[in-house]
């Protein structure tokens, strides 16, 4: 099995910047890719970054293109996703997902449908 545990939500300014961490245990080893998603109020759940071990691509939505940075360390199995220039339009529970399967082509990996796991979510609100 593998668990996803999520952490670093909170309030923050516009302007401001925060770090969220996923914690991977289990067989995480075994994953092809690792990203975040986020889900406003009354709004689907839309992607927002991607690491994909082979190769070591990133993928990032354009909303987020040079504010959010996503790493992982090896060390601690734990991807994190550096939030900084925050916008209130940001504000959303933040997803943390990873998937065994292997995917050739770089658009799968910005679809819900190509993960397997899940962290509970963290909630981001940026006021104005």
């Known amino acids: 099995q593998v668990q996803l545990v999520e952490s670093g939500g909170g309030l923050v300014q516009a302007g401001g910047s925060l770090r969220l961490s996923c914690a991977a245990s289990?067989?995480?080893?075994?994953?092809?890719?690792m990203g975040w998603f986020r889900q406003a109020p009354g709004k689907a759940r839309e992607f927002v970054a991607a690491?994909?071990?082979?190769?070591?691509?990133?993928y990032y939505a354009d909303s987020v293109k040079g504010r959010f940075t996503i790493s992982r360390d090896n060390a601690k199995n734990t991807v994190y996703l550096q939030m900084n220039s925050l916008k209130p339009e940001d504000t959303a529970v933040y997803y943390c997902?990873?998937?065994?399967?292997?995917?050739?082509?770089?658009?799968?990996?910005?679809?819900?449908?190509?993960?397997?796991?899940w962290g509970q979510g963290t909630q981001v609100t940026v006021s104005s």
């Open positions: 997902a990873a998937t065994a399967t292997y995917y050739s082509g770089s658009s799968y990996y910005t679809q819900n449908k190509s993960y397997e796991y």
């Open positions: 289990g067989r995480s080893f075994s994953m092809y890719a």
């Open positions: 690491h994909r071990w082979i190769g070591g691509n990133t």
